[in-house]
């Protein structure tokens, strides 16, 4: 489980029961062969430590924060990690091991949604909404209980439609004004930078060591004290959230959201914000299930492993 900030790596038995755990800081500024060598070494010490062998695997899943060229395996960008691009990640990967090894590389967003679908919240539901709201925002899409990749394999980055076009801050998808600029957790400590940068006072200075080291737990602190700037973050976040549901609901008619990821640390201070903007677009009474995903922090991992079966 590749992701912005961190990369987890599971090892499962045959009945899908996780044996080990390990997790460690991605490294941003790393080339994309120096990153997923580590990532190979990292599965190799993992083997080692329980005495298994790759004869013994099924097989590596893989899931990265990134617009995945499926069939071929390749990375064509990453957002939150922009080194990783145009990048034979699945054929590079397999090399870094001294025997044929099965590969499935796929967005991080879909194997979450295969995840919550058979394992969490999803149970049950024919289609669902998969929706990580995290460092960037994503949704994975089922569709009569099947994973929808679209035609070339990165259906879901719905966090880089575009709202605003040529406005805002820029994105790691080479674009301005898209939605996750405006609404992610590592996007909305950027507009937070930038207010202070330009003389505006705010609790956030305080909380964080220094001005680079903001997150989003300095803005749900200062939020609780009532800091203005916290309180716009928030809302904006919020309004921009609800504008990505509600296209989202209009456009597929899915009913079932599942959301996962570090955001939901601000509880109802954002998302009951967000439920209300929503039902506030969404002019009939048909339900609309929000849900918590149920796979916790092992959501990744568990989903990686689903790619195999």
């Known amino acids: 489980d590749i992701g912005g900030t961190k990369t987890a790596i599971g090892l499962f038995d045959s009945n899908g029961y996780l044996l080990e755990r390990v997790q460690y800081p ?3 500024e790393a080339e994309p062969d120096v990153f997923f060598e580590k990532v190979a070494e990292q599965c190799k010490k993992l083997l080692a430590v329980k005495g298994i062998g790759l004869d013994d695997i099924d097989g590596i899943g893989i899931g990265v924060p990134s617009f995945v060229l499926f069939e071929q395996g390749r990375i064509i960008k990453t957002s939150n990690l922009t080194k990783i691009k145009d990048f034979p990640a699945r054929d590079y990967f397999a090399s870094c091991f001294d025997k044929p090894v099965r590969i499935v590389i796929d967005n991080d967003a879909h194997t979450g ?4 679908l058979r394992h969490g919240a999803g149970k049950g539901f ?3 909404l998969f929706c990580p709201v995290s460092t960037g925002i994503s949704s994975g899409i089922i569709i009569n209980k099947q994973l929808f990749r679209g035609s070339y394999g990165w259906a879901g980055e719905s966090g880089h439609m575009l709202t605003s076009p040529d406005t805002g801050i820029s994105c790691g998808c080479g674009n301005r004004g898209c939605l996750m600029s405006w609404c992610s957790g590592s996007m909305i400590v950027k507009h937070i ?3 202070i940068a330009a003389g505006e006072k705010t609790l956030i200075s305080t909380l964080a060591a220094a001005d ?3 997150s989003t737990v300095h803005i749900n602190e200062a939020w609780e004290q009532n800091d203005i700037i916290a309180k716009q973050a928030v ?8 504008i990505w549901l509600y296209n989202l609901y209009v456009t ?7 959301f996962s990821g570090g955001l939901l640390c ?3 201070k954002l998302f009951k914000r967000v439920r209300e903007l929503f039902d506030s677009y969404n002019d009939n009474e048909y339900t609309v299930y929000f849900k918590t995903a149920l796979c916790g922090q092992d959501a990744g991992i568990i989903g990686a492993r689903e790619l195999l079966y």
């Open 193 to 195: 930078e930038q207010k």
């Open 126 to 128: 024919e289609h669902m």
């Open 252 to 258: 597929l008619n899915i009913n079932c959201f599942v």
């Open 266 to 268: 601000m509880g109802d």
């Open 235 to 242: 809302e904006q976040m919020a309004q921009y959230m609800a």
């Open 26 to 28: 991605s490294d941003k």
């Open 212 to 214: 680079e080291a903001i």
């Open 113 to 116: 949604a295969l995840a919550e």
